[in-house]
């Protein structure tokens, strides 16, 4: 691929970030991406071609929405699944703008900055910098992380000081109703030592996403002896082409767990991985996933044990209707010198049609001998006799679908350490189930 398949100009988007008034670092970077572009390959996922994927074609790059002075002026859709008055520490996108922002009393005395990425740049430039594609993504790692970089147009970013526990969980909301909006998104959330935070990140749409990205990297930086508890529930529509990576990288004694729940209705590439560099740092990576229509996802869960003692857990469930199809791989790599550490996961993949594919990889990379490994997967199609019974009962087919999937999804649904992570993926999936 070139970028003559873009329908923007390095002389535009070095205008676009003189105009956002970002630090020159930042428009080097996009420069050097750019330019870049050519020479990097695509990303290789497991048993997914790309060839006939777009990953260029969108309308815009940047397409400003409106702000909310009143959090009443919010889409009836998005109070659906979200309850944004509950939420002291906010930040709302529309489209590539930023809407609306709060941060508690309390957070602000204590130093956490949570702000859009590019009031952040302003900002704390310098601190922006030290972290922003260095340790859990590189520029370079692939044309799309490149492609990232070029283009990014939205973000956040969390910087929580050493010491302090933020009470109440950081939001951050994505609202797209334009046709035209694409998104390259960058999350850089930092905790230093002995920090805590809860972090829940929502996207939303209510218009057609024909033709266009959703291109976004989250970096998540662990200091020692802190804690970051990550959720999503993403539920973008099905014209999007979506490339997600969502990393971390652990200082000793850190942990950083997630919960995802993967409800876009596009084709995606999704690569969730964790590094455990720490000694005694820990890891858990929980999602779920529902495939409807012709929708192809591919999803990478990995954790990468470098530290001695570490602990990595991978937990996904998934269900595919109609004609969709997953690539689910779980990769446990315990490292040489990872002593002590212990490596698990469980891939389960439900199937509700003839013509829905499901596969689930599993994979254990051990280079050192005193570790506990081990590993579950499974691929099925749906019980039949569960279906009879329950329409035995006088239930109807699509109901009893309905209850087989949410019963199915249940066991990570429950595991998930955020409450309104729970309550918005179960209504989310109930959205996506009744299409």
């Known amino acids: 691929m070139t970028t003559e398949t873009l329908n923007i100009s390095l002389d535009q988007l070095v205008d676009y970030s003189q105009a956002q008034q970002e630090p020159s670092w930042m428009t080097e970077l996009r420069k050097e991406a750019f330019n870049k572009l050519e020479s990097l390959e695509m990303p290789k996922p497991d048993k997914t071609k790309l060839n006939k994927w777009d990953f260029d074609t969108f309308k815009q790059h940047n397409v400003e929405g409106s702000a909310y002075e009143d959090l009443?002026?919010?889409?009836?859709?998005?109070?659906?699944?979200?309850?944004?008055?509950?939420?002291?520490?906010?930040?709302?996108?529309?489209?590539?703008?930023?809407?609306?922002?709060?941060?508690?009393?309390?957070?602000?005395?204590?130093?956490?900055?949570?702000?859009?990425?590019?009031?952040?740049?302003?900002?704390?430039?310098?601190?922006?910098?030290?972290?922003?594609?260095?340790?859990?993504?590189?520029?370079?790692?692939?044309?799309?992380?490149?492609?990232?970089?070029?283009?990014?147009?939205?973000?956040?970013?969390v910087y929580v000081p050493k010491n302090v526990v933020v009470e109440d969980p950081v939001h951050y909301v994505v609202l797209h109703d334009d046709d035209n909006a694409s998104f390259f998104n960058h999350v850089l959330l930092v905790t230093e030592e002995s920090a805590e935070v809860t972090y829940v990140e929502n996207y939303l749409s209510t218009a057609s996403g024909e033709g266009n990205q959703l291109n976004v990297i989250s970096e998540v930086v662990a200091g020692a002896n802190s804690k970051v508890t990550y959720g999503a529930v993403d539920y973008l529509d099905k014209g999007f082409t979506g490339h997600i990576i969502r990393r971390g990288v652990t200082a000793q004694d850190s942990s950083i767990n997630w919960a995802l729940g993967l409800m876009n209705d596009g084709n995606q590439i999704i690569d969730n991985t964790t590094n455990l560099i720490g000694d005694r740092s820990t890891s858990e990576l929980k999602s779920v996933v529902v495939g409807v229509g012709e929708q192809t996802v591919n999803l990478t869960s990995k954790i990468v044990q470098y530290g001695q003692e570490t602990d990595g857990y991978i937990l996904k469930h998934g269900v595919m209707k109609e004609n969709a199809s997953s690539i689910f791989n779980g990769i446990g790599h315990i490292k040489h010198g990872g002593s002590k550490s212990m490596a698990n996961q469980e891939s389960r993949v439900l199937m509700l049609s003839e013509n829905a594919r499901g596969d689930a990889n599993p994979i254990l990379l051990i280079d050192e001998d005193d570790v506990e490994a081990g590993h579950a997967a499974s691929v099925g199609r749906v019980d039949p006799e569960q279906l009879y019974y329950l329409m035995s009962r006088g239930i109807s087919r699509k109901e009893a679908e309905r209850l087989v999937i949410h019963g199915f999804l249940n066991p990570v649904v429950r595991e998930l350490p955020i409450e309104d992570v729970k309550k918005q993926l179960r209504e989310v999936i109930e959205l996506k189930v009744n299409k």
Do not use: C
Request: avoid cysteine; glycine fraction near 4%; charge should be negative.
């Open 72 to 157: 009443n002026d919010l889409p009836e859709a998005l109070n659906q699944i979200i309850n944004v008055d509950n939420s002291p520490n906010l930040i709302i996108q529309h489209n590539n703008s930023l809407a609306f922002s709060r941060v508690s009393e309390q957070a602000q005395k204590d130093g956490v900055i949570v702000e859009g990425i590019e009031e952040a740049l302003k900002n704390h430039s310098d601190l922006v910098e030290k972290y922003y594609m260095k340790d859990a993504v590189t520029v370079d790692e692939h044309r799309l992380t490149a492609l990232h970089t070029a283009l990014m147009n939205g973000g956040v970013f």
